[in-house]
């Protein structure tokens, strides 16, 4: 209660001065100003239009219930679809017998399990780089690794479009941060040409843009690492598993293993769990393990979890057929998307957006989807320009045709009656 808007209004019994009374509950009135002015949220809610904290009762990998209604789930990060498999659930079950349900402490102390070493290990093999750091979340990997790696001496480019992780982390390092706008390739090169020599330089991009989907010009990037000696980083979160002639992400989607300093990844996606890592360089993973923050003053990934990102790696190295099949969904659903008349963006992945445009349609595209079984996810400003508002839709490996035909049909359907396309 203490920290509420509410509590911040009622005037304290003070023995203090009046005026400095005054000055206090003014001050604090100040702090909250802003909880009082936030209005949207609510207005939204009363409308019935909003989006967002959707309390899921149930799930069942490709569908799940939410108020006692079935939806498809079109709007997920589970690629693999793996949530669900027997084995996952055999594996994770198995750590919390051994290990119990929480390590209650981080890496550094007294959380570090044989199962986080393992998964290191088989890591960095899977990725083709020395060694690999797993950290709690995807989120907590870039403020690591971000937060620890950018000195007062070096400048970070960061493209505008990068996932509110990196932008967050490279805001935690002490470095000079660089914006330029998505791709836009000639400003990247003129600030770095403007950047004096001796400062470190590090370019931080998404490998797979996450409500565009589509995959960052590592031919491009590399070409600027070598001209310019500055380290490349790449967040693989939406590409691992999904892109790579084994999964392993963007740069083997290049055939440019071995040309990035950093690749960072998540294991809320493919994966089917919770954490992250970052695979490199020895050296350089070993400073991140003894200085990143995010790592050290933070509980560890608990058994059950790092148990189902053991087991999922393993089934992604050994079924490729289910990366086929999540591409040939993908595919189906690109085409149909652009046969009923959308304009999907630059998507190359499972990450199919439908651009509907002004705010209001959005919200109204989203609820009638939703009220007719299809899960989706409305995009909307600050994450995207005014006006270019969208549904982010994404696949998985699991989806039947008959789930995916029926997500087709009631799109067109809902399209037509608000006039979209
Ligand atoms: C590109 C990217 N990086 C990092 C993250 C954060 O990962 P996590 O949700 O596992 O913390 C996300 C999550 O959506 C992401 O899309």
């Given amino acids: 209660m203490a920290n509420t808007p509410q509590a911040a209004v009622s005037r304290p019994a003070s023995a203090e001065s009046p005026s400095s009374a005054e000055t206090a509950f003014r001050a604090r009135l100040e702090i909250f100003e802003k909880c009082r002015a936030f209005t949207r949220a609510r207005e939204t809610r009363e409308a019935g239009l909003y989006p967002y904290f959707m309390p899921i009762e149930e799930s069942h990998d490709t569908y799940v219930f939410i108020d006692g209604q079935k939806k498809i789930m079109a709007g997920s990060n589970n690629y693999m679809g793996l949530t669900h498999d027997p084995r996952i659930l055999e594996a994770a079950h198995a750590a919390l017998d051994k290990y119990g349900s929480g390590n209650t402490g981080s890496r550094f102390l007294n959380g570090n399990l044989d199962l986080h070493d393992r998964l290191e290990a088989e890591l960095a093999d899977f990725m083709g780089a020395e060694e690999a750091l797993v950290f709690s979340t995807g989120y907590q990997t870039n403020l690591g690794t971000l937060g620890a790696l950018l000195g007062r001496n070096d400048t970070v480019f960061v493209d505008k479009l990068d996932h509110a992780s990196i932008q967050d982390g490279v805001r935690l390092g002490h470095g000079r941060v660089q914006r330029y706008g998505h791709n836009d390739w000639a400003a990247l090169r003129r600030m770095l040409e403007a950047e004096p020599a001796e400062r470190g330089k590090m370019i931080a991009v998404d490998g797979v843009y996450s409500m565009e989907g589509d995959i960052a010009d590592l031919p491009t ?11 490349l980083l790449v967040d693989d979160a939406h590409a691992i598993g999904v892109i790579g002639e ?13 040309n990035v300093d950093l690749t960072l990844g998540t294991f809320s996606k493919s994966f089917a769990s919770i954490g992250g890592f970052c695979v490199g360089d020895s050296v350089v993973i070993d400073y991140l393990r003894n200085n990143s923050r995010a790592l050290i003053f933070s509980a ?5 979890s790092v148990a189902t990102v053991l087991k999922a790696l393993e089934i992604i190295r050994e079924e490729p057929e289910r990366r086929e099949r999540l591409w040939k969904n993908t595919r189906k659903m ?14 190359e992945t499972p990450i199919v957006p439908i651009l509907i445009g002004p705010l209001e349609k959005t919200f109204l595209f989203w609820r009638a989807l939703f009220d007719a079984g299809v899960f989706t996810n409305p995009v909307v400003p600050p994450a995207v320009p005014d006006g270019s508002c969208r549904l982010r839709t994404s696949y998985m490996a699991t989806h039947t045709d008959e789930q995916l035909d029926f997500v087709l049909e009631q799109v067109e359907r809902v399209a037509k009656e608000l006039d979209v396309v």
């Fill in 334 to 347: 690109m085409e149909g998307f652009r046969s009923i008349g959308f304009d999907i963006g630059p998507t």
């Fill in 221 to 231: 990037l590399t070409r600027l690492r070598e001209e310019y000696g500055a380290a």
């Fill in 246 to 258: 084994t999964g392993a992400g963007t740069a083997e989607h290049w055939g440019l293993t071995g």
């Fill in 300 to 304: 560890s990934m608990p058994p059950a």
